[in-house]
Nanobody, 128 residues
């Protein structure tokens, strides 16, 4: 059974920092990607940052230079270092994973490609 467990959320003031973690268990992929998505109240879920199966990373334009995503594959743990936080970053943050069970092909977590598993989410609140 696959589980994705987020941690590290909370409340900070503008320009503060937080680091989110997502520990995955039960993954049986030959290759996989993991990513962070977020959803603010009344808005749709959007991709924030992700690590593709080849180790390359992609970011939402508005977080480039402020957020850093990394994946420790030995620990199956995804991280999101968030610096210079702004009130517009306030949202529920979700961890996601997708992968290839059979061939070990390249897998991307680019928004729109689909997700196999979601975490339950963790709240980030940035006050002005």
């Amino acid at each position: 059974q696959v589980q994705l467990m987020e941690s590290g959320g909370g409340s900070v003031e503008t320009e503060g920092s937080l680091t989110l973690s997502c520990e995955a268990s039960g993954l049986k992929y030959k290759s996989y990607c993991m990513g962070w998505f977020r959803q603010a109240p009344g808005q749709g879920r959007e991709g924030v940052a992700h690590v593709n199966s080849d180790g390359t990373t992609d970011y939402k334009e508005s977080v480039k230079g402020r957020f850093t995503v990394s994946l420790d594959r030995a620990k199956n743990t995804l991280y999101l270092q968030m610096n210079s936080l702004k009130p517009v970053d306030s949202a529920m943050y979700y961890c996601a994973a997708r992968g290839d069970l059979l061939y070990g092909d390249y897998v991307s977590c680019q928004p729109g490609y689909g997700v196999d598993y979601w975490g339950k989410g963790i709240l980030v609140t940035v006050s002005s």
